[in-house]
């Protein structure tokens, strides 16, 4: 099955500073998500985004799908970013359940 | 909020027992997705429905079952309980069979102990 690697595994971060977190993926996609799994464990949507690029407000997201990668922008990082990002993707072709990455835990302080 | 409601939020019983958890998905949702989320294992897809039909099927073991009813909600019966079997349970929608975006639900919390 397809393979989801994430980087970096951990990251701490001052508040008010930048990140990018990176999603890589082994084989071709037509669906990639992220999520944010809050310190709760809800698992938040962040980005459906297949390929180009969005924003929304402090995030954004860009999946560059002949190149299987995608990378997860977080700017002006707040304690309240802090918890774990994961991107996930379709198991394979034909398939609509997702593989999800391991994921990276982000720890933001004051 | 997701719109994808699942009930109980946390659950604890004993080696053995049998549980059923459930789910609701988004209004308009055809599709009900089961991922287990446990330590050691990640985030894991364990079964899927489509308008009552079951689609796909992964790691799910053979003590677990599931169900779509008529009104779309699913239902995640776990039977004859280990210890390994406490994780983080999740239900996602999507509107239809196909590369749509997944919602998740808030979880269930299983503690077998």
């Known amino acids: 099955g397809i393979q989801v690697e994430q980087s970096p595994p951990d ?28 310190p709760w464990g809800q698992l938040i949507n962040l980005f459906y985004i297949p390929s180009g690029t969005k924003q929304n407000g402090r995030l954004s997201a860009t999946t560059v799908a002949t190149e299987r990668y995608s990378l997860l922008y977080i700017s002006s990082s707040q304690t309240t970013d802090s918890g774990v990002y994961f991107c996930a993707v379709p198991s394979g072709a034909g398939s609509y359940q997702l593989t999800f990455g391991k994921g990276t835990k982000l720890s933001v302080i004051p | 909020d997701s719109g994808v409601t699942q009930t109980p939020k946390h659950l604890i019983t004993a080696t053995g027992q049998r549980v059923t958890l459930r789910c609701s998905p988004r209004s308009g949702d055809l599709s009900v997705y089961w991922y287990q989320q446990s330590l050691d294992q990640g985030l894991q897809f364990l ?21 779509q009813f008529p009104d779309l909600h699913s239902e995640l019966n776990l ?14 929608s999507s509107v239809v069979d196909s590369s749509y975006e997944q919602y998740f639900g808030p979880g269930t919390r299983l503690t077998v102990t």
């Open chain 2, 79 to 92: 039977s004859s309980l280990e210890l390994g079997d406490s994780a983080l349970y999740f239900c996602a």
């Open chain 1, 11 to 38: 990251l701490i971060l001052q508040e008010g500073a930048n990140s990018t977190l990176r999603c890589n993926f082994s084989d071709s996609v037509n669906n990639l998500q992220w999520f944010h799994q809050n």
């Open chain 2, 47 to 67: 079964i899927q429905y489509y308008n009552g039909e079951e689609r796909a099927k992964g790691n799910i073991l053979e003590r677990f079952s599931a169900q």
